[in-house]
């Protein structure tokens, strides 16, 4: 049995949820490939090399695999996917967008964003938001499943330099192109591997006490900032601040909930988390039935003395 | 420009999901259902589309058991013109979904379709990708913002991990949306009544000639692992304390 794991990389490195996606393949069991696919994305495919437990690193090289476009990355992987028993990603926006593709170009199912491995055909996933679980055996000849991250630990240290293979170009199906890219510009942790995060919510009661309020803490605490829908649809931060089911799912050591009730769809989003502080005036909020250390009060005043308290 | 916009009736988004107690499905029985809110989503962008002059038609099509038609007469009642029910009975995996609306694309040929990024039930965020890969044709998912540019042409802004991408898509496309993309209007008491006249056609899979038998098998639905409710502390003193002595995370 060989599987493909078919990385995340701006074409100089590799995202942190490679490695996760490598522990669902080591869970699966059998040799572990990585692909690299990419536009002078020659340093992302060394770092592949010795990442741990992978027997080989298939490395594309073309102008049309540039940004990651799923149209051709799609294509490419059909092209190679018979080679396997598994093609593996992360459920990031990056696996989502292509991953199904490859799927329907195969004929076969996908298994979505999976949280643990019951048999190397077999898989569990939430569903409904994470109310229900659902474990599914596939009976295809290739499994393409997409990983969330936070469900399985990063795959740690380094492996002896695996082979590099040189895989030929695929035409450009000319399908598409990207006219702009605007990412977030932060010295913060990025939200989906931080260890700690703070997430504000509709009780913050503006962008302006939401910043002057939470980025504070989040600076003691080198953390992530997060918010709840509610904060995003109130305009107090932009989108890709947004943890739960539509947003961002995450899994930090520490998770300090403010201000947030604890909709169904948040708590989908941060449940997994290690060990989660809520903060709020209200003590019926749903968030104190997940929280391991709840703080009834005013959040204008505990979130200060706790920053000054680290 | 047709636009063709795919909808499919879930348990409502205010009802929470229980497994059955035999563990073989999520009791439906008796619950209400909805039009997956990605998808009035997407309704409700095709809709500006026709009401800005870009689109023409607006055709909605569901796949589903005969109850469907009460999500495409929702749909007649945002203001989609005609609809299609591909009837079947049993569970409908996302692959299935994309060859029976590639089936409704070829007769229908629309310049685009426009479909919810995932629906709320199976989570699944594929049958959008499916279809486009199917026809050979351009995709952009997760839509919070698009323009046409004439009938060959759209730009998409997606938002993806970290931040926006805009993209160039030659057309016809599938285009998937995101929450951000509008805010769905809702049906009014006379357009409910106009919709029960407007044409819903019903076809099967046999008469579309594809084969909707199952890939993966359900092994079991079941309640996730709880997580205990914890403490509630006095003040920030006694949290701090405990995140630096009993919990050890900072």
Known sequence: MTLLVVAEHDNHSLKASVRHVLTAAQAIGGEIHVLIAGSGCEAAAEAARTLPGVACVRWAEDPSLADGGAENLALLVTRIARDYSHVLAAASAFGKNWAPRAAAQLDVAQVSDIVRVDAPDTFTRPIYAGSVWATYRSTDPVKVVTVRPTAFDAAAGEGAPAPLERLGAEPGSGLSSRKALSLSQSERPELESARVVVSGGRGLGSGERFKALLEPLADKLNAALGASRAAVDSGYVPNDYQVGQTGKVVAPDLYIAVGISGAIQHLAGMKSSRVIVAINKDPDAPIFSVADYGLVGDLNEIVPQLTAAL | ?250
Request: aromatic share 2%.
């Open chain 2, 1 to 250: 420009m047709k636009i063709l916009v795919p909808v499919k009736r879930v348990l409502d988004y205010n009802i929470k999901a229980r497994p059955k107690a035999d563990g073989t499905g999520v009791e439906l029985a008796g619950l209400k259902m909805s039009m997956n809110p990605f998808d009035e989503i997407a309704m409700e962008a095709a809709l500006r589309l026709k009401e800005a002059g870009q689109a023409t038609e607006i055709v909605a099509v569901s796949c589903g058991p005969a109850a469907s038609q009460e999500t495409l007469r929702t749909a007649l009642a945002l203001g989609a013109d005609r609809a299609v029910l591909v009837q079947c009975e049993g569970e409908l995996e996302p692959l299935a979904v994309a060859k029976l609306l590639r089936a409704v694309t070829l007769r229908e040929q629309p310049g685009l379709v426009l479909c919810g990024k995932q629906a709320i039930d199976d989570d699944a965020n594929q049958t959008g990708q499916m279809l486009s890969a199917l026809m050979g044709w351009a995709q952009a998912t997760f839509a919070s913002r698009i323009e046409l540019q004439g009938a060959s042409e759209a730009l998409v802004t997606r938002e993806i991990d970290g931040g926006l991408e805009t993209l160039s898509i030659r057309l016809p496309a599938v285009i998937t949306t995101d929450l951000r993309l509008n805010e769905p209007r809702y049906a009014t008491l006379p357009n409910i009544m106009k919709a029960k006249k407007k044409p819903l056609d019903t076809l099967t899979p046999a008469e579309l000639e594809v084969d909707t038998t199952p890939h993966l098998n359900l092994v079991q639905v079941f309640e996730p692992p709880q997580r205990q409710g914890g403490i509630r502390v006095s003040d920030v003193a006694e949290l701090v304390g405990k995140l630096k002595n009993e919990a050890k995370v900072i």
